[in-house]
């Protein structure tokens, strides 16, 4: 069967007026042609490889990282058609799914300032809740005008799930490493001796476990990265399927975002245990389901500027919760492997998208290693040479000149490590990185800032959390938010506090696998400021639903604005106003459905409506403040 051209895409990442990023994974090295329509006229750009580079990840298999400068501004809140042509071939010839009906093609909008958009995390293939960014291929199925089209879609952490992976979706995995030929890896530290061996092994398959070295010394590595971290406070979690190679991880993203590689592979099930068959059938209904919906999501990723950073699972859970955390997994060549991996492949499938200029001399490396893979093999050296430049970058975060500020913080890279004791959790940011968020805020009247976890989440939950780190077991409860360490919450507070930062904040946040909204007013600073906490989470992911709603319960409760608990919590200077959703039983602040967030701006950079959009189908959740 011939390879169709183009495998996933195109993606758009960052659009400006004189600026255009797309993103795109051909079967090949493509010639491409962009066409823009702009008020009824034609503009052609033959790309070329100042503006398109193309790095190989396998015989069959080019990501295609488009970064076209314009000389002439594109006009801003107006529809803009494009196409991208292959050999004189138009996206309506090589993906007629990306069109909305009655369209020869798809469009974009340039939004003179942000008066909504739409954000989300927490997206995992295998879990039971609808698709959530099929909410957003209904709004934009239903925008009459430009302006009812949201400035941007968010995404704000776990894209993927590397470490959780669904046995039906690691065995059409293994079917795409195969068809497209992704490079193969050798591998140290490990029970087999190369990616292939891995494939094959028969222990690939939900034991994972058995191919790290039997040796005493590597109990905790083991716990870490398969075993699956026991976690009965919240939830369960396995990691039994993790991801290991680049390939892998490759593969990955192109099936979770695009539904053409789907239809190259026909994967059986390999051998397995009765229990394990039962699993795998139970996994493949909800696999099915996933991949039935992806038209549409690749139709929502063609029209929507669409941003991106990651959270823990797009790499590994608890992705450096502490300073005992990163000494067990960087010091071990195989799980530093791991690590590495799946970051380059985030480099390459997302991170570059953001913000292609500071990613030049990590993708030249990258090119180099992937363009000399010998035997469809990557040199392990210059591999590891990589993953190390890679695993010590500092560039992840990024801010947008929109209106309002769009900041969007990388809170897994650099943080500030426990002082006390190497194994209390690490704030998510360190002194230097909170500095350069202040310097990026100063004199802003209003700004958006993107941290993946909240920075105001539920009392209850953080301080089950703080009691677990006391006890010295912070990774049975992913104990990481922004109050579990001192000095990072007294900082991020004071800059709040700052007289010259904005005076309106809307946080925008996911990770915790339920949605709320909170209205914070920090006292000590005349005239504000005032920050809205909005958390939509997830896309395709939701909270146990009994826990949760004890959980709610007891902490309206235990944290009642007349509570003395207040007084125990960094929030005593604060006060907290949450919105109720709109179609909540009585007394109800958190909202679990799967789904997105949307939100509306007015001229001051205030949130003036807040929804949720429920993956289900049931109506849009409005979250309402208070009378």
């Not at 795109?24 to 006229?41: D, I």
């Not at 990840?57 to 990282?65: D, E, M, S, T, W």
């Not at 909170?434 to 993946?452: G, K």
């Not at 507070?493 to 696998?513: A, E, K, Q, W």
Request: net charge negative; glycine share 6%; aromatic share 10%.
């Amino acid at each position: 069967m011939r390879q169709p051209a183009v495998l996933a895409g195109p993606l758009l990442r960052r659009l400006e007026p004189h600026r255009l990023v797309f993103w795109l994974v051909g079967s090949r090295e493509l010639a491409l042609t962009l066409k823009l329509h702009v008020a009824g006229q034609a503009r052609l750009v033959t790309l070329d490889q100042g503006q398109c580079q193309v790095v190989p990840v396998g015989r069959h298999a080019f990501i295609h990282l488009i970064d076209v400068p314009l000389d002439d501004a594109l006009p801003e809140d107006v529809e803009i058609g494009y196409d991208l042509l292959i050999d004189g071939h138009g996206i309506a010839d090589w993906a007629p799914h990306l069109l909305y009906a009655n369209a020869h093609g798809p469009t974009f909008v340039l939004h003179s300032r942000i008066r909504q958009l739409v954000h989300g995390s927490c997206r995992k293939p295998h879990h039971r809740a609808d698709e959530g960014l099929l909410c957003v291929d209904r709004l934009l199925a239903g925008a009459a005008t430009p302006t009812e089209r949201p400035a941007l879609l968010m995404m704000s952490g776990d894209q993927i799930y590397a470490d959780d992976v669904a046995g039906p979706m690691l065995r059409a995995i293994h079917a795409l490493v195969e068809r497209l030929g992704l490079f193969d890896e050798s591998l140290e530290g490990a029970v087999v001796d190369d990616s292939a061996s891995l494939y094959g092994h028969r222990a690939s398959y939900y034991h994972r476990a058995d191919l790290l070295p039997a040796l005493e010394s590597n109990e905790t590595l083991r716990e870490r990265f398969f075993g699956g971290a026991k976690k009965p406070i919240f939830t369960s979690s396995t990691a039994d399927n993790h991801l290991v190679t680049f390939a892998e991880v490759i593969a990955m993203y192109l099936l979770v975002w695009s539904p053409t590689p789907w239809t190259l592979i026909a994967p059986q099930p390999p051998q397995l245990s009765a229990d394990e068959q039962r699993r795998y059938a139970r996994e493949q209904v909800q696999i099915e389901r996933f991949r039935d919906g992806l038209p549409g999501v690749a139709r929502v990723f063609a029209h929507l500027s669409t941003l991106m950073i990651f959270d823990d699972h797009d790499i590994t859970d608890d992705w450096n919760l502490s300073a005992q955390w990163e000494e067990t997994a960087y010091g071990h060549p195989f799980s530093k492997r791991i690590i590495g991996n799946a970051l380059l492949a985030y480099l390459l499938c997302q991170g570059w998208g953001n913000q292609p200029q500071v990613f030049g001399d990590l993708l030249s490396q990258t090119q180099t290693l992937t363009a000399h893979a010998l035997d469809n093999c990557l040199d392990a050296t210059k591999q590891d040479e990589l993953l190390e430049t890679l695993l010590t970058f500092q560039h992840w975060h990024y801010v947008l000149p929109t209106t309002p500020a769009l900041v969007v913080l990388d809170t897994r890279t650099r943080r500030w490590r426990s002082e006390f004791t190497l194994k209390q959790p690490s704030g998510l940011l360190d002194w230097e990185a909170l500095s350069e968020l202040q310097q990026a805020l100063l004199d802003h009247p209003s700004a958006i800032i993107v941290s993946p976890a909240p920075i105001f989440g539920v009392k209850l939950i953080e301080t089950v959390q703080k009691v677990f780190s006391w006890c010295g077991y912070p990774l049975l409860v992913d104990a990481e938010n922004w109050m579990a360490h001192r000095g990072a919450a007294q900082v991020i507070l004071n800059i709040f506090r700052h007289s010259r930062t904005p005076g309106n904040y809307v946080i925008l946040s996911g990770d915790v696998h339920y949605s709320f909204v909170y209205e914070v007013l920090i006292r000590h600073r005349n005239a504000g400021p005032k920050i809205w906490q909005i958390t939509s989470s997830g896309i395709k992911n939701e909270f146990p639903p009994r826990l949760l709603e004890w959980f709610d319960r007891l902490n309206r409760w235990l944290y009642s604005p007349r509570s003395p608990l207040n007084w125990f919590t960094r929030r005593r200077t604060m006060q907290v106003v949450p919105h109720i959703p709109e179609h909540a039983e009585a007394g109800e602040r958190l909202w679990n459905s799967a789904g997105i967030g949307q939100v509306f701006f007015n001229e001051q950079g205030q949130p003036e409506a807040i929804y949720q959009h429920n993956a289900d189908g049931t109506p849009q959740t409005r979250m309402v403040a208070p009378q």
